[in-house]
């Protein structure tokens, strides 16, 4: 079955210090990968995404992450993050012809 | 670019009244769009795909009856909660494609509408 495992409902981490969100997915064939960042009360936010190519991928805001198909994985990873990354990013799987499949979520918490 | 709005941005309503909300593609052609529902501290669960001029494709469990799915244009899709209970109060989000069909490669996020009905 289609899947998408985000292994951290909470983190916090301190202004400046680095992140990985964790991302791991199930899928039949080469998925499309999508991370989306979510303040509260907001929308979805596209950071970035992985389609085929270079399996480490730029995004928005000084995001990047990186596609290990071996480990069926797409973590996201910042190298100093700020207070106003605080909200929730959600990891998210799909193709052309199927659905987007989400995550549950990994709240992020950055304390001063 | 690819840029989706909704409206409204929230509303409140008593239970029993129906709700209608609106999603827009402002430049872009929505060949599909898509309704998500999002419970508090919750991820995002697809309810409905619809393209433009067909009947909208509902997932698995979801009460066609009682959320109604238009997608007159291709730039407006409604999503219209009829006789709207307290537990339909969430956080409504459509997302829209340029592409047919599931479109899981390229999708453009709305805002979000907050539904809460007393």
């Known amino acids: 079955a289609q899947s998408v495992t985000q292994p951290d409902i909470h983190i916090t981490v301190s202004e400046g210090a680095s992140l990985e969100l964790r991302c791991n997915y199930s899928?039949?064939?080469?998925?499309?990968l999508f991370w989306y960042v979510q303040s509260p009360g907001q929308g979805l936010q596209l950071l970035l995404k992985y389609f085929s190519g270079d399996t480490l991928v730029q995004g928005i805001k000084g995001f990047e992450a990186e596609f290990k198909r071996s480990q069926s994985s797409f973590n996201l990873r910042k190298p100093s993050v700020h207070w106003s990354d605080a909200a929730e990013y959600f990891c998210?799987?799909?193709?052309?012809?199927?659905?987007?499949?989400f995550g549950t979520g990994t709240r992020l918490q950055v304390f001063p | 670019g690819a840029v989706v709005s909704q409206h409204p941005s929230w509303v409140i309503c008593k239970s029993g009244t129906s709700v209608k909300i609106e999603c827009r593609s402002l430049d872009f052609q929505a060949t599909t769009m898509f309704w998500y529902r999002q419970f508090p501290k919750q991820s995002l669960m697809l309810m409905a795909t619809s393209n433009e001029g067909s009947k909208a494709t509902y997932e698995q469990g979801v009460e066609k009856d009682k959320f109604l799915i238009n997608h007159a244009s291709l730039t407006l899709s409604t999503l219209t909660v009829t006789s709207a209970h307290p537990e339909d109060s969430s956080f409504y989000i459509c997302?829209?494609?340029?592409?047919?069909?599931?479109?899981?490669?390229?999708?453009?996020f709305g805002p979000g509408t907050r539904l809460t009905v007393t």
């Open positions: 997302s829209a494609s340029p592409r047919q069909g599931a479109s899981g490669g390229e999708q453009y």
């Open positions: 998210a799987v799909g193709a052309n012809t199927d659905k987007l499949i």
């Open positions: 899928y039949g064939a080469t998925p499309y």
